[in-house]
Each structure stands twice: as structure tokens, then as C-alpha cells.
């Protein structure tokens, strides 16, 4: 789409689904017809199982029909009540998640540099009723793994890791998706790679991926004996063969983000006031997200940053704002306390998520860097 191809009413969006040729689809859709399996963990299931572990180079993959579901089914298979560490700088699922298990979050603040919680913090929050850490690594930046894992030991506390923004990063040439004793992935239509809706859960223990694998389909132990308080959070053929196509074109789309990035990384250098969050020189990502901040020494405000660029067609969104401290279901806990948050709140304040997706065109890119650059 050039510049003068979109407008307030047609406007470019802060992300866009990467679709192949429905043509390429149609052969995995032709099976699917031929087999008659729709669900139920059938051959595209498993083949996407297979292949998402080899490709991310981790032991278990276990399919969901979306990540909150797994989110939901992990905490439940580990057992988790009590309380959970987390941030309050993410995606409201990830405290929802939580909720669901009758589980209470504690909040600990940001780094500003990361978004991600400060592991410097963590133990501060831990009670006699912490149950489990759970970070997020916010737009697939890497959380502080080693810092996280050395408290978790230290306190016999498993670390289950929100990764739905993790796909295709690698950590110090280590698949991002591995870390922690289990890891949340989300295969949204808006992520990388995207099964329509979907997600997984990696895990590195046959026993736990069967206890998983159990949860996901209602506790059946087998044909008739249920044995836990299960859900249903398969997966369908259907979602599973556009993920298998999905992943054949997954690292051509990374590339073309990345390129993206670079060409706002260059063209908002120079923009005083304006910043973005640098990829640690450990990690390798994805480009799934281009969050700037826009400081108090921009000519104006993030908002009317914000609307400026939406009245001139271009959707961005203030990833992540308000807090999920700030939401009602939320707010009355100890630990939403806004005084103790502070680089939570700064950042939320501040941070805007600019368009991103393989196939925006550069010049739609430099109308966006231009409109920064003169506010």
C-alpha cells in the first residue's frame, strides 16, 4: 500500500496477518476432507507437534487452541495455587490466566530499558504463599533468564514463562522458548507465526506433557476413565495444517520484519525525545513488535502522537496501557500500589507500538518516520 492509498477510513494497521496463496493451502485442506479427522489430535496435530519442536530444538511441544488456554492448563497442571510474581507491564491474559486458577498475582516494577520485571525485585515479593515466577518476555525481548532462574532455585519455585511474543528468537543461540520449566507460546493470527488462533506450551518433561496432554482434552486418562478437572483446549486439523504451511514461510517473514525495524531504527535515530528498545546483543528476534517511547522531551505527548498519526490513516497501539495493576479486577491488590510500580507507569505512559508486518511497504515506513519526525 503506497502513502496515498490509505486514510482515516482505510487506515494501515499496527500489524497484519501474513497469508500465503490460498492456493498453497488447499492440498493440506484436501487431506484434511480425505482423512474426515477434524480434531481429536489427528495427523496435522501431530505432524505440527513434531515440527515445532524440531524447528524451536526443545523436547514437547503440547498443541492449544489458543496460548490463554495453555496458559490456563499449564498453571493447572503444575498445581499452582497461592501466589505467582509476575509483571503487570503485559497482556491482560497473562494475569487472567492466573485468576482463572484462583491464583493471586503479585506485581513487581519494570526495567525501562526491557520492559520486562525486574529479577532485582523478585525476591522482595516472594511470601510464604509464592507458589511459582511468572515473567513475560514483553515484545520478545529476553527476560533476565539466568537472574530468574537462580532466585527460582534458590526458593524451590518453578518458572513458567509467558512467551507468546517469543517465536523464531533465539537467546544466546538457544531457542527463547526454551527457558523456564514451562513456556506459554500464542500463535494468534497477529503473532509471526500464526495458526489462526492457537498456541502451545513448551515443556521438557514426558510426564508433565502427558499430564498436559490429559488437561487439554477434559482430564480423559483414557476411553473412559477421567482422572482431573480437564478442559477443552485442542487444537483442530484445520489450524494445525495452516501452521504446517505457516512454518515453511516463517523465517522469510522474521527477515522481512526485521528489515522493517532497521529502516525505523535509522530513519527515528536522530528524533529527540524519541527512543525504541535495542535487541540485546545476545538475542536474535523476531521483529513481531517496534515499540518507541515518547519522552517528555518529544514536542507533545504520546497520545497526541498517538492521534496525530490516526487521523493520518496509521494505527498504532499503547502496548501495554493502562497496566493490568490499573484494571479493576486488579487494582485493589497490595501490590498494584502505583507507588510501587513507577517505571510500570512511566513506560506505560509513554509507550507506542508502531505498524509492523511483512508486508508493509517501505514507503509507508518513511511516511511514518517522516510524520515523527515532525510533529
Keep these: 500500500m503506497n502513502p496515498e492509498d490509505y486514510t482515516a477510513d482505510r487506515p494501515i494497521?499496527?500489524?497484519?496477518?501474513?497469508?500465503?496463496?490460498?492456493?498453497?493451502?488447499?492440498?493440506?485442506?484436501?487431506?484434511?476432507?480425505?482423512?474426515?479427522?477434524?480434531?481429536?489430535?489427528?495427523?496435522?496435530?501431530?505432524?505440527?507437534?513434531?515440527?515445532?519442536?524440531?524447528?524451536?530444538?526443545?523436547?514437547?511441544?503440547?498443541?492449544?487452541?489458543?496460548?490463554?488456554?495453555?496458559?490456563?492448563?499449564?498453571?493447572?497442571?503444575l498445581g499452582i495455587q497461592g501466589?505467582?510474581?509476575?509483571?503487570?507491564?503485559?497482556?491482560?491474559?497473562?494475569?487472567?490466566?492466573l485468576q482463572w486458577n484462583g491464583v493471586r498475582p503479585v506485581f513487581v516494577d519494570i526495567d525501562p530499558r526491557t520492559c520486562n520485571m525486574r529479577a532485582d525485585l523478585i525476591e522482595g515479593a516472594i511470601t510464604g504463599e509464592t507458589r511459582a515466577i511468572l515473567p513475560?518476555?514483553?515484545?520478545?525481548?529476553?527476560?533476565?533468564?539466568?537472574?530468574i532462574d537462580a532466585i527460582a532455585s534458590r526458593h524451590g519455585l518453578p518458572v513458567i514463562y509467558d512467551a507468546a511474543h517469543t517465536f523464531g528468537v533465539t537467546h544466546r543461540g538457544v531457542s527463547l522458548s526454551a527457558a523456564g520449566d514451562i513456556?506459554?507460546?500464542?500463535?494468534?493470527?497477529?503473532?509471526?507465526?500464526?495458526?489462526?488462533?492457537?498456541?502451545?506450551?513448551?515443556?521438557?518433561?514426558?510426564?508433565?506433557k502427558s499430564r498436559v496432554e490429559r488437561l487439554r482434552n477434559f482430564g480423559f486418562a483414557d476411553e473412559t476413565v477421567v482422572d482431573a478437572v480437564g478442559i477443552n483446549g485442542k487444537m483442530s486439523e484445520i489450524q494445525a495444517a495452516f501452521g504446517l504451511l505457516q512454518?515453511?514461510?516463517?523465517?522469510?517473514?522474521?527477515?522481512?520484519?526485521?528489515?522493517?525495524?532497521?529502516?525505523?531504527?535509522?530513519?527515528?535515530?536522530?528524533?529527540?525525545?524519541?527512543?525504541?528498545l535495542p535487541q540485546p546483543a545476545e538475542s536474535v528476534g523476531n521483529g513481531s513488535y517496534y515499540p518507541i517511547r515518547v519522552g517528555p522531551d518529544?514536542?507533545?505527548?504520546?497520545?497526541?502522537?498517538?492521534?496525530?498519526?490516526?487521523?493520518?490513516?496509521?494505527?498504532?497501539?499503547?502496548?501495554?496501557?493502562?497496566?493490568?495493576?490499573?484494571?479493576?479486577?486488579?487494582?485493589?491488590?497490595?501490590?498494584?500500589?502505583?507507588?510501587?510500580?513507577?517505571?510500570?507507569?512511566?513506560?506505560?505512559?509513554e509507550i507506542l507500538c508502531l505498524p509492523i508486518y511483512p508486508a508493509l511497504s517501505t514507503d509507508v515506513v518513511t511516511r511514518i518516520v517522516e510524520i515523527i519526525q515532525s510533529p
Design 13 to 77: 494497521t499496527v500489524t497484519q496477518p501474513s497469508l500465503p496463496p490460498l492456493a498453497e493451502f488447499l492440498p493440506y485442506l484436501e487431506q484434511i476432507w480425505a482423512s474426515r479427522i477434524l480434531t481429536n489430535g489427528g495427523p496435522m496435530h501431530q505432524r505440527l507437534e513434531s515440527a515445532l519442536a524440531e524447528y524451536l530444538g526443545v523436547s514437547h511441544v503440547a498443541l492449544f487452541c489458543n496460548g490463554t488456554i495453555a496458559l490456563v492448563t499449564a498453571l493447572k497442571a
Design 83 to 97: 501466589e505467582v510474581v509476575t509483571t503487570p507491564f503485559t497482556f491482560v491474559a497473562t494475569a487472567h490466566a
Design 136 to 147: 513475560v518476555h514483553c515484545y520478545g525481548y529476553p527476560c533476565d533468564v539466568d537472574g
Design 183 to 208: 513456556a506459554m507460546l500464542s500463535f494468534h493470527a497477529t503473532k509471526v507465526f500464526s495458526t489462526f488462533e492457537g498456541g502451545a506450551l513448551v515443556i521438557h518433561d514426558a510426564g508433565l
Design 247 to 276: 512454518l515453511s514461510k516463517v523465517r522469510e517473514n522474521i527477515e522481512r520484519n526485521l528489515r522493517i525495524a532497521a529502516q525505523y531504527s535509522q530513519g527515528l535515530a536522530g528524533v529527540r525525545g524519541v527512543s525504541h
Design 298 to 349: 518529544y514536542p507533545m505527548r504520546r497520545d497526541q502522537l498517538y492521534e496525530r498519526l490516526r487521523q493520518a490513516g496509521i494505527r498504532t497501539r499503547r502496548y501495554f496501557y493502562p497496566l493490568v495493576s490499573e484494571m479493576p479486577m486488579y487494582r485493589s491488590l497490595p501490590s498494584a500500589d502505583p507507588a510501587r510500580l513507577p517505571n510500570a507507569h512511566r513506560v506505560a505512559e
